[in-house]
T-cell receptor, first 114, second 114 residues
Framework: ETGVTQSPTHLIKTRGQQVTLRCSSQ?????VSWYQQALGQGPQFIFQ???????GRGNFPPRFSGLQFPNYSSELNVNALELDDSALYLC?????????????FGNGTRLTVT | AQSVAQPEDQVNVAEGNPLTVKCTYS??????LFWYVQYPNRGLQFLLK??????LVKGSYGFEAEFNKSQTSFHLKKPSALVSDSALYFC????????????FGAGTILRVKS
């Protein structure tokens, strides 16, 4: 069973730039969620994708966008980066038909915006 | 009110002693409750969950948690702490009023000293 993998592991960007983070879900999982974890805080829900469509969104501006592909992998795109976007970005996969099953997380991408 | 509260930023315990990491929740209806652990520079690992039934839930690595509906709490416990248990612990809740997304507490650092 392949777990959730994220790339890259670390990334440094400049304010105003754009970034794309990638996630491969655990085999058999059809739902992907993205979370932002700022330093010293708990993960905050960004959005969830199911069947290539956004299916729930947290309190994040439109410059945070995503995609899900037919193989259930996903991308998180952030435009016009701000210093406060510096955080660990976590991807988690799950099986939508089983809402009580736990999310399976990747190791995250550490984004630093300077 | 916060949906999930972890009142302690840090818990210190001696190796071999019992440990408790506290969590309270604030949702209407019946919540699904989870505990996750995060080691440095890693994603979140699932420990245990409460869905329904027995109030004492057993999970991975010897951890257990007690669901108390009257006190709206879901404290994480372990009878005998290990130094390797030192990590960041997150309580999380999933409920209909949050669109069934996973909402995390701010986290508690557990330090086990030998």
């Amino acid at each position: 069973e392949t777990g959730v993998t994220q790339s890259p592991t670390h990334l440094i960007k400049t304010r105003g730039q754009q970034v794309t983070l990638r996630c491969s879900s655990q085999s058999g999982h059809n739902t992907v969620s993205w979370y932002q974890q700022a330093l010293g805080q708990g993960p905050q829900f960004i959005f969830q994708y199911y069947r290539e469509e956004e299916n729930g969104r947290g309190n994040f501006p439109p410059r945070f966008s995503g995609l899900q592909f037919p193989n259930y992998s996903s991308e998180l795109n952030v435009n016009a980066l701000e210093l406060d976007d510096s955080a660990l970005y976590l991807c988690a996969s799950s099986l939508r038909s089983d809402p009580i099953s736990p999310l399976h997380f990747g190791n995250g991408t550490r984004l630093t915006v300077t | 009110a916060q949906s999930v509260a972890q009142p302690e930023d840090q818990v210190n315990v001696a190796e071999g002693n019992p440990l408790t990491v506290k969590c309270t929740y604030s949702v209407s209806g019946n919540p699904y409750l989870f505990w996750y652990v995060q080691y440095p520079n890693r994603g979140l690992q699932f420990l245990l969950k409460y869905i329904t039934g027995d109030n004492l839930v057993k999970g991975s690595y010897g951890f257990e948690a007690e669901f108390n509906k009257s006190q709206t709490s879901f404290h994480l416990k372990k009878p005998s702490a290990l130094v390797s248990d030192s990590a960041l612990y997150f309580c999380a809740v999933r409920a209909m009023e949050y669109g069934n997304k996973l909402v995390f507490g701010a986290g508690t650092i557990l330090r086990v000293k030998s």
